[in-house]
């Protein structure tokens, strides 16, 4: 058995997406009833939310022209290259 909260969302999904053409249909009649013409305004294409970072090829930490790495940590210094 499933919960009528749980429901709610598959009936509101399709009711917000037909919104815009209802509020557009109401509006045609009403400028219909003083005799004006409704013209729809153009609507802006829907859009990615995702927004792909920029091919860097560059690999490891990027530095500022300063020298010193963004993130603000200091190298480690390597002694004797051996480890204990």
Excluded: T
């Amino acid at each position: 058995m499933v919960c009528l909260a749980c429901l709610l969302p598959l009936f509101l999904v399709p009711i917000v997406n037909l919104l815009p053409l209802l509020f557009d249909l109401i509006m045609a009649k009403v400028y219909g009833l003083f005799g004006w013409e409704y013209r729809k305004p153009e609507r802006a294409p829907a859009a990615c939310p995702y927004k792909p970072g920029a091919n860097n090829s560059k690999v490891g930490v990027e530095s500022v022209p300063g020298g010193a790495p963004e993130h603000g940590l200091k190298p480690v210094a390597v002694e004797n290259g051996k480890c204990e």
